[in-house]
């Protein structure tokens, strides 16, 4: 019996075995913040203070798109936990995203809602906005999804009941 017992608080739930760690590189972040900048010059240029107030709206509006699919999306797929997501504005992680761990395929099943459902949310503005509105919160959106559709398609061959935990400078991939 004492064996028994000793084997089982050997034993934890909350064991987790990291499988891989992927760095985010500054050459990575640097692109990325190019890309904003070429976005906005984009926008400024080619529209001048609508561009400005399309940047703005464009950002906004995105992010709010995307808190509200993600919401709605965790109410019908998983029991929603307020603290396990949270706003970030760190780059690359911008927008709403898990502060804590997740599983991998509630996070793949997320974002592939996130990604399809916010270009119908901005096609569906399509009557009320003007071409800089449009082209900027199309740009915003596919910006803000870049970083981790890109670490999705490096996890894809990878199981779907591992855990990630997403950090400003890594992100680390478990399995139970």
Not at 137 to 151: K, T
Request: net charge positive; charged share 20%; with cysteine.
């Amino acid at each position: 019996m004492r064996g028994t017992l000793a084997e089982q608080e050997k034993a934890t739930i909350y064991q987790y075995q990291l499988i891989r760690k992927i760095m985010i590189r500054s050459e990575l972040m640097w692109s990325y913040l190019s890309i904003a900048f070429i976005i906005s010059i984009f926008q400024l240029v080619l529209y001048q203070k609508d561009g400005a107030l399309a940047i703005v709206l464009g950002i906004v509006a995105t992010l709010l798109i995307q808190f509200i699919i993600i919401r709605l999306t965790l109410v019908r797929v998983d029991e929603p936990d307020n603290r396990r997501w949270g706003w970030r504005i760190l780059l690359p992680w911008v927008g709403y995203i898990p502060i804590a761990h997740i599983e991998l395929a509630l996070f793949r099943r997320l974002h592939r809602h996130m990604l399809w459902l916010g270009l119908c949310a901005i096609g569906v503005a399509y009557p009320w906005a003007n071409e800089a509105q449009m082209i900027s919160m199309i740009c915003w959106h596919l910006w803000m999804l870049a970083p981790r559709m890109i670490l999705l398609h490096s996890l894809r061959k990878s199981r779907r009941d591992g855990v990630l935990r997403i950090q400003a400078t890594d992100v680390s991939y478990y399995h139970r």
